[in-house]
């Protein structure tokens, strides 16, 4: 069992940066895949940024590639997600994920563990 707790979010103006940070319980982080998702109201949850388990190998869908950065700290059980030139269209609450399988891809249902999310706000 892995429990997931994010942190950083808040509001931003359009053009800022925020970094993303999810703590995990537990002495296996380093054996699980691990992604951040975001959903905006009324809108499906989306893949973010995907990291395998050694921090060698990141994934990221075209909507946010270049403007974010997946990364992780095995020795602190935390994954990153540093976000830079952020977008109205960015607002969402933003969760991380742990999967036991499989790579860091965006297939939510491979995701076995979420965090409760936390919300970025961006402002026009």
């Known amino acids: 069992q892995v429990q997931l707790v994010e942190s950083g979010g808040g509001l931003v103006q359009a053009g800022g940066s925020l970094r993303l940070s999810c703590v995990a319980s537990?002495?296996?982080?380093?054996?699980?895949?691990m992604g951040w998702f975001r959903q905006a109201p009324g809108k499906q949850r989306e893949f973010v940024a995907g990291?395998?388990?050694?921090?060698?190998?990141?994934y990221y869908p075209d909507s946010v590639k270049g403007r974010s950065t997946i990364s992780r700290d095995n020795a602190k059980n935390t994954v990153y997600l540093q976000m830079n030139s952020l977008k109205p269209e960015d607002t969402a609450a933003y969760y991380c994920?742990?999967?036991?399988?499989?790579?860091?891809?965006?297939?939510?249902?491979?995701?076995?563990?979420w965090g409760q999310g936390t919300q970025v706000t961006v402002s026009s």
């Open positions: 994920a742990a999967r036991r399988l499989g790579g860091p891809n965006g297939r939510i249902s491979e995701y076995d563990y």
């Open positions: 537990g002495r296996t982080f380093s054996s699980y895949v």
């Open positions: 990291i395998n388990r050694g921090g060698s190998s990141t």
